[in-house]
């Protein structure tokens, strides 16, 4: 683990921080406990999903700045720009875009080449199973989605 990958973890923590500060989820916690549950979930992940000639600390960053992009006015040159490339596109894979299907931006996560779409698919896995098993309630609607998501990603890990 070089001292350059640490150093963006804790990059990605006080951007996370910043961006989705004064952010709250539907009950009412601040959503910065979202990302860390997500990100705590990744360092879980690493021994079962993450090779050992794989930089955690490239999935852990990318857990933090997950919706920074859908939720917050961040920048995407600016994530580049502090993160380098394999973030960058990760955080790309992961921010949904207005027009797209839930299922078209999973297919796409799931499908997705690359260092980066790996780490996409990690995130993803470990951000549905904090909706799904986190300390918050999952709305029963969206319970489907979610397990059928995580189906799909189960299916290329
Ligand atoms: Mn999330």
Redesign the pocket.
Known sequence: MSNKNKNIVETAIEIASTYHHDMYDKYGNPYFE??ER?ADRVRDMEYEMVDETSEINLYVATAYL??VIEDTPMWIGEVKNLFGEDVTLAVDLLTRENEETYADYVGKIKRAKGLSGKIARVVKMA?LL??LMGPTPCPPHLIKRYEKSLYTLMGRL
């Open positions: 979202h990302l997500v997950h919706d951000d904090d909706h």
